[in-house]
């Protein structure tokens, strides 16, 4: 708390203003807020730069708006990481559905296409990416354990585990579940999906054993037949798939009712 009054204090002596100047520049965004809460008085600027006295939100933002300093980056000299909202929120949880009302920056999924360094149209592993991208703001899976989780994107021509999963889905992925389960389900929601590396690239679906090979089973809407890996040297279990963050429409279905639809329809 200290330093971030510190910092405050630079902030203000760069701007060569007196602990004056600040309480009449107050006084000016306390008038436009219609609000005494904005306002700072001498005392009190004196004891936030000197006495680590945390401010309210409110002369937060007063002294934001006077010294030209992003809201965030001050609150992140209070130990108030506001892009970690999303992500602490996940280990919360409440019986009720609800809605995510996080601002846009810490729900975008993935980086915009003209970033990506990927076929979008294929299923891929996307851990290894993210260290060229930085850190992205993955905010609602954030909140899972990045120490057993990795990430992977389903291919937009990945149809395999439609309905379940979506093409463009994003997928957590725990790395500590690799061992194919053999039961344990009680109905296709239950059973568990595997994140699959062959040497054609990757791969979603279930799974079962049958000697030293490995079956790959897709969801039965996308009629396609299971197949069959030696186990020890043309597939590698990345893991099991432990969260998924998708649109619930599809491109495909998109495509199929747009076409339905009458020109001049009201649905059109």
Same mark, same amino acid.
């Given at each position: 708390m200290d330093r971030a009054g510190e910092k405050l204090k630079r902030a203000r002596e760069r701007l060569n203003l007196t602990f004056r100047d600040v309480e009449?520049?107050?006084?000016?965004? !306390? *008038?436009?807020?219609?609000?005494d809460? +904005?306002?700072? !008085?001498?005392?009190?600027?004196?004891?936030?730069?000197? *006495?680590?006295?945390?401010?309210? #939100?409110?002369? @937060?933002?007063?002294?934001c708006t006077i010294y030209r300093l992003d809201f965030d980056e001050v609150l992140h000299w209070y130990g108030v990481p506001r892009e970690h909202l999303a992500a602490d929120s996940m280990h919360l949880g409440f019986e009720t559905t609800h809605a995510f009302q996080f601002p846009l920056e810490t729900r975008q999924a993935v980086p915009e296409?003209? =970033?990506?360094e990927l076929d979008v149209n294929r299923t891929t592993f996307l851990s290894?990416?993210?260290?060229?991208?930085? *850190?992205? %703001?993955? $905010?609602?899976?954030? $909140? @899972? =354990?990045l120490r057993q989780h990795r990430y992977g994107y389903?291919?937009?021509?990945?149809?395999?585990?439609? %309905?379940?999963?979506? %093409?463009?889905?994003?997928?957590? #992925?725990?790395?500590s579940c690799r061992r194919i389960a053999e039961a344990g389900w009680t109905s296709e929601l239950d059973r568990p999906i595997y994140f699959l590396e062959t040497r054609e690239g990757?791969?979603?679906?279930?799974?079962?054993?049958?000697?030293?090979?490995? @079956?790959?089973? !897709?969801?039965? !809407?996308?009629?396609?037949? %299971?197949?069959? +890996?030696?186990?020890?040297?043309?597939i590698d279990v990345v893991?099991?798939?432990? $969260?998924?963050?998708?649109?619930?429409?599809?491109? *495909?279905?998109?495509h199929v009712r747009s076409a339905a639809v009458p020109a001049g329809s009201p649905d059109r």
């Open positions: 009449q520049a107050s006084q000016v965004v !306390a *008038k436009r807020r219609g609000s809460e +904005f306002a700072l !008085a001498l005392s009190r600027l004196a004891d936030i730069e000197n *006495k680590g006295t945390i401010p309210s #939100i409110y002369r @937060i933002y007063t002294l296409h003209a =970033d990506l290894d990416l993210m260290r060229r991208w930085g *850190k992205l %703001p993955l $905010g609602l899976l954030n $909140g @899972i =354990d389903i291919g937009l021509e990945d149809w395999s585990m439609y %309905p379940i999963l979506h %093409p463009g889905s994003l997928v957590s #992925i725990d790395e990757y791969l979603c679906g279930w799974c079962s054993l049958a000697g030293d090979r490995l @079956i790959v089973q !897709a969801h039965p !809407a996308s009629q396609q037949k %299971p197949r069959i +890996f030696e186990q020890q040297t043309e893991g099991q798939v432990s $969260g998924v963050a998708m649109l619930l429409e599809s491109r *495909k279905r998109r």
